[in-house]
């Protein structure tokens, strides 16, 4: 009977404490857990997913909400005080900064159309602080200045800051007179032609070898991958730099009738000139500051008080991003290498 009892107790025992586990309960229950798993794990697959689609579809929201309102805010100008005076009467300064080129053409453009339209503007200040760039941008801002002159009558000084040669020089003979501070540098009156050569480097040193074929002998000429030969040199000197040239000398004859078209070539050597030698040979009628180009606009215009405005793109998310992402994406595309490898013919001073 003793022995008996022993047997039993030595008897493993059920979860019920009635009877051994069996092999099927255990595999019952892994596989529960299993299940269970694979259920969260679809669950926080689901969720993500609905996550990332939410997430999206506020970009698209918030992105739309701002095409929205920054549309027909592209061309708006805000207005901003440089020096209180008379609001009856206004004084707009027009920036011509940095490299010039089309850009710069368009926004000068849109400046003048919204001086155009205020009644109580009576001259105009061109603050140039430019070594030039482009001929095209150069002669089209050029343009622009002459037509408001010629259109509205009223008086315009171009004043020169830092430097102001070349393109710079270009669209500041279109005012009705010319300061320059005193450390001023100005001149390079003439044109640049830039041009690369890749053949050696790519037929020598990398093995590569350009196929180009034309309907013409001139069609191919300029390339980066032909050398430039002394017929094509003076090809472009004929066909682009002469006639580029003698634009520039006609833009200081019709700007600056002081001086006679002998001794503006004879100053066209593409050579600086600080202020003092500019007021010398002609190229400037003033040395000064800000505050005296603002005395010499109110003189010319029979005014005693006005105010000095700016224009200003007023900020917007839309301009913003559009700014951050040309500042920080390199976009290395068919745009980019047109430019580097078209010919540049252009009215800039290269020491900038």
Known sequence: MDFEQNSNLSEPMGASGSGPISGSAVSGTTSQQVKTGSGWKIFWGITLALSIMANLAMI?????????????????????????????????????????????????????????????????????NSPGGTISGSDRIYNEIRKYRDEEGKPIIAFMQGVAASGGYYTSVACDKIIAEQTTLTGSIGVIFGHFVLQELLEDKLGIKPVIITSGPKKAWLSMFKPFEEEQRKYVEERLINPAFERFVEVIAEGRPSLTLSEIKELADGGIYDAREALKQKLIDDVGYLDDAIKLVKSLAGIKDAQVVEYRKPFSLAGFLTLQSKKNILQFDRSMLYELSTPQLLYLWTGY
């Open 60 to 128: 698209f929201v918030v992105i739309g909400v701002i095409t929205i309102f920054s549309t027909g805010q592209r061309d708006t100008l805000a207005e901003e005080i440089i020096q209180a005076g008379s609001r009856r009467n206004k004084i707009v300064i027009i920036k011509v900064e940095g490299i010039i080129d089309s850009l710069q053409a368009k926004s000068l453009r849109q400046q003048l159309k919204r001086a155009r339209k205020d009644r109580r503007v009576k001259g105009l200040i061109i603050s140039v």
